[in-house]
């Protein structure tokens, strides 16, 4: 008895020895609360800056287009700081960039109570520039520095056209839009050899010299389809890209190699002969422009009879009994309907059905492929190797 007495006191002993020297080599470490990110960040705006978080800028841009009347293409931007709101066709047949300023007279020029007006005296970060007037097409204003927006670029010190006299034309008098962004070759330009397209590869701000179009015909939206700054989607894109060289860089100018008007159970007609035609591409209509010879020819072979304007129309009912067009570009047919060529735009007596095929007014018998064709392709302009790319449509 004794025995396991002593051996229990021993025991004891070692056990509780043991749990003391663990018990000595325990850490405690307290837990503090730190704020988040999101607390310093609207403690000290520049907390990001301090913890050297760089910041990582896109390389290209995707801007949505939106539509009026089935026939004019638009995006919508920003001008100076704070940001005043325009609407501007991104126009390919075209150099500079101008909108209409606060300096447009509307009792002179009513167009101007329609549109948004450019006020540079409260734009902190607009430039003076040489005030001698600026006439281009009987456009009348000032050249003028300023910063443009749009979705997430920033094209600081753009020089464009304060236009304050808008000439009595349809051309501008039927014009939804408040201005144009030109997307031609610089050459055309007037106002700066480092116009939009070139300014923003100039200050990096895209780095593949190619922007490319996606026009959307859906009648029931309003969105009209995508200009993609910097490269191509190819979710818009079904099969081989077939690309052209540009055969004079100015306008984005190319070989169309044959139009012909496919007429079911009748002869066909084919334009452009042997030795192929020059065609323009032109994202800032709808029209698909013929030289003016032909213009009473091919309305005829679709059955469109003289409407306004010097333009053609058709029944509604007869839209998808139209003939198929065939334009063909490389070696390769590209084949356009009715919904395409046809232009649907309401007035007080219903819906009119408009022919897209007018005079061009271009010299050197050029045609102009405009939204009636373009609708039906994705096209891309590549400004590096001087081509332009069309595929069919997804």
């Not at 055309?188 to 922007?211: E, G, H, S, V």
Request: with cysteine.
């Amino acid at each position: 008895m004794m025995y396991r007495l002593i051996l229990f006191v021993v025991l004891y002993n070692v056990f509780c020895t043991t749990i003391a020297e663990v018990e000595s080599n325990i850490h405690r470490i307290p837990l503090v609360r730190r704020k988040s990110p999101l607390e310093m960040l609207i403690k000290d705006p520049n907390y990001t800056r301090k913890l050297n978080i760089q910041k990582i800028h896109p390389t290209n841009e995707n801007i949505t287009l939106f539509k009026y009347l089935d026939s004019e293409y638009y995006a919508e931007i920003l001008v100076g700081k704070p940001g005043q709101k325009f609407s501007v066709i991104f126009d390919t047949t075209w150099g500079d960039m101008w909108i209409p300023t606060k300096l447009c007279s509307k009792t002179l020029y009513p167009i101007c109570k329609t549109k948004h007006l450019y006020d540079p005296d409260i734009s902190s970060s607009h430039k003076s520039i040489d005030p001698a007037p600026f006439n281009v097409d009987g456009l009348v204003g000032n050249l003028t520095c300023d910063t443009v927006v749009m979705g997430h670029l920033n094209v600081s010190n753009l020089i464009f056209a304060g236009i304050s006299e808008i000439p009595n034309v349809p051309q501008y008098q039927m014009m939804h839009a408040d201005g144009v962004i030109g997307l031609g070759y610089n050459v055309m330009a007037r106002t700066t050899n480092q116009t939009f397209f070139y300014k923003l590869l100039a200050d990096k701000k895209i780095l593949k010299p190619i922007f490319s179009v996606f026009m959307n015909r859906d009648e029931t939206t309003i969105k009209g389809g995508i200009i993609f700054l910097g490269g191509i989607e190819p979710k818009h894109i079904k099969g081989e890209i077939t690309y052209v060289p540009v055969s004079v860089k100015e306008y984005w100018q190319i070989e169309m190699n044959q139009f012909t008007v496919h007429n079911i159970n009748k002869t066909n007609s084919t334009f452009c002969g042997d030795r192929g035609c020059q065609a323009i591409l032109d994202t800032s209509t709808n029209t698909i422009g013929v030289p003016s010879k032909y213009v009473v020819i091919i309305n005829n072979l679709i059955e469109a009879t003289k409407y306004l304007y010097n333009r053609y129309a058709v029944p509604c009912s007869k839209v998808k009994k139209l003939p198929k067009i065939i334009i063909k570009i490389g070696s390769r047919d590209f084949v356009i309907s009715g919904r395409h060529y046809i232009q649907k735009m309401d007035n007080e007596n219903g819906t009119v059905c408009i022919s897209a095929f007018s005079d061009s007014g271009l010299p050197g018998e050029l045609w102009s492929l405009g939204g009636g064709f373009l609708s039906s392709v994705y096209t891309m302009f590549d400004l590096g190797n001087n081509r332009v790319g069309i595929a069919n449509l997804r």
